[in-house]
C-alpha cells in the first residue's frame, strides 16, 4: 500500500514491560509507540522507519496492526 497526500501508515508497536535491569513496568506507563511504515509524497517531517506517538483516536485501522493517519495528527518522534 502507498499512502496519498500528507498520509502516513504505521504500525503499533508492542509496549516494553521490563526495563533494562529487569523492572517490572505497568502498561500504563509506556508511551504507545508505532513504526513509520510507508508515507505519501507530501510528508515532510517523519521518515519510514522512524518510532513516533500518534494520536490513536484519529488512526484509521486499515489492516492488523497497521493504520492510516495524517502526518498532522503525529505528536512526537523518538530519538534513537
Known amino acids: 500500500m502507498k499512502p496519498t497526500r500528507?498520509?502516513?501508515i504505521i504500525s503499533r508497536n508492542e509496549p516494553e514491560l521490563t526495563t533494562v535491569?529487569?523492572?517490572i513496568l505497568r502498561d500504563s506507563?509506556?508511551?504507545d509507540?508505532?513504526?513509520?511504515?510507508?508515507i505519501g509524497p507530501q510528508v515532510k517531517e517523519v521518515a519510514v522507519g522512524e518510532e513516533v506517538m500518534v494520536d490513536w483516536n484519529k488512526?484509521?485501522?486499515?489492516d492488523k496492526n497497521q493504520y492510516l493517519i495524517s502526518e498532522d495528527d503525529i505528536v512526537f518522534i523518538f530519538e534513537k
Do not use: D, M, Q
Request: one cysteine or more.
Open 6 to 8: 500528507n498520509n502516513v
Open 33 to 38: 509507540r508505532a513504526t513509520i511504515e510507508a
Open 21 to 23: 535491569s529487569g523492572i
Open 59 to 62: 488512526c484509521v485501522e486499515i
Open 29 to 31: 506507563l509506556n508511551p
